[in-house]
């Protein structure tokens, strides 16, 4: 079945600091792919997305490029900020059906 | 600001209570889900609805009960609960696109089984 595999957090960080969260999935088809990103006490909210092969989602300075041939979708941004601290989560989506990874915590200090 | 809303944020229950929660989401939407989030574990889905119809029933035990009266509310209906089903419990809404769903979340709510 479909999954997706994130990298183990937390992410520790200095403020201006260069972001990468590795994202890889395992799907049939051609799924659609995600960054949804979850402050503390909230829900899951909508942070990307990239619906084919080579689509570049971007948003709030993160980005992320659906690669069909390395099966991945890393989230980056090039310069965090304490705000950013959060938990995301990489998905992939077909139909009804959200698959999610476990989620990575990003921590940003001053 | 996602549109979808959930009630109670918070909610305590014994063992023997009964309780529901409502979500409403306010997008125009035609589909909705039910989500368990446990600490160190993937969002599992739970429940999916379309057009009022359940699509989707991820083996989750009967104490747990949705119910879709129209294209706005869903709710989930709690009996008889384990203080292993204490999670954030999350509604979410998208418009069937056919390919995939943009799916929207509300904040949660946050359920303790004593």
């Known amino acids: 079945g479909d999954s997706v595999t994130q990298m183990e957090g937390p992410v520790t960080l200095s403020e201006e600091a260069f972001l990468t969260i590795n994202c890889t999935y395992t799907a049939t088809g051609y799924p659609s792919l995600f960054w949804y990103v979850q402050y503390p006490g909230e829900g899951l909210q909508l942070l990307l997305k990239a619906t084919k092969a080579d689509d570049k989602g971007s948003n709030k300075g993160f980005e992320a490029t659906y690669r069909k041939e390395t099966t991945s979708f890393h989230l980056e941004k090039g310069s965090v900020q304490v705000s950013d601290s959060a938990v995301y989560f990489c998905a992939l989506g077909s139909k009804f059906t959200l698959t999610f990874g476990k989620g990575t915590m990003l921590l940003v200090s001053p | 600001e996602t549109g979808v809303t959930q009630t109670p944020r918070h909610l305590v229950m014994g063992m023997t209570n009964k309780k529901s929660l409502k979500c409403e989401q306010h997008?125009?939407?035609?589909?909705m889900y039910w989500y368990k989030q446990s600490a160190k574990k993937p969002l599992e889905l739970m429940f999916v609805y379309s057009l009022e119809e359940r699509v989707e029933n991820n083996s989750v035990p009967s104490r747990f009960s949705p119910e879709c009266p129209n294209s706005s509310h869903l709710f989930l209906h709690l009996h008889t609960l384990q203080p292993e089903d204490s999670a954030l419990y999350l509604c979410?809404?998208?418009?069937?696109?056919?390919?995939?769903?943009?799916?929207?979340f509300g904040p949660g709510t946050r359920l303790t089984v004593l």
């Open positions: 979410a809404s998208s418009q069937d696109r056919g390919d995939y769903n943009e799916q929207f």
């Open positions: 997008l125009g939407h035609n589909a």
